[in-house]
């Protein structure tokens, strides 16, 4: 099981450290994995700019609300990190370290379907 979510710090001022993440929860496994992608230069999370879920750079595109994207990074984060679905241990992984490698490996655009999907802004 898969759920996204978007996160904030907030001080006495505006949101900062926008981030979104993939959190799992593998079915009979004791694990948990998170995937959290920050925002930063070249990088987008949604933040009023794209649907929740999508993350991106000025050339590559994910949806993390899509089982074949999801798929994609939880084997990346497996063969790149070792994670272990029986580990009781949390971990977090940062999503940008898997980005390249997971968006090579998607469709064009980073979506499973490409009709209507958004990309991030030019």
Do not use: K
């Amino acid at each position: 099981m898969w759920r996204v979510g978007h996160r904030h710090e907030r001080d006495d001022g505006p949101a900062r450290n926008c981030r979104e993440v993939l959190a799992l929860h593998p079915l009979g496994g004791r694990g948990r994995l998170e995937i959290v992608f920050r925002e930063g230069p070249g990088r987008v999370v949604p933040d009023g700019l794209l649907h929740a879920g999508g993350v991106g750079t000025r050339g590559a595109y994910l949806n993390l609300n899509e089982p074949g994207t999801v798929r994609a990074l939880l084997d990346e984060a497996v063969a790149a990190h070792g994670w272990d679905s029986d580990d009781p241990v949390p971990v977090t992984i940062d999503g940008w370290t898997l980005f390249d490698a997971v968006s090579a490996r998607r469709p064009e655009g980073g979506t499973e379907s490409e009709e209507g999907a958004p990309g991030p802004p030019d």
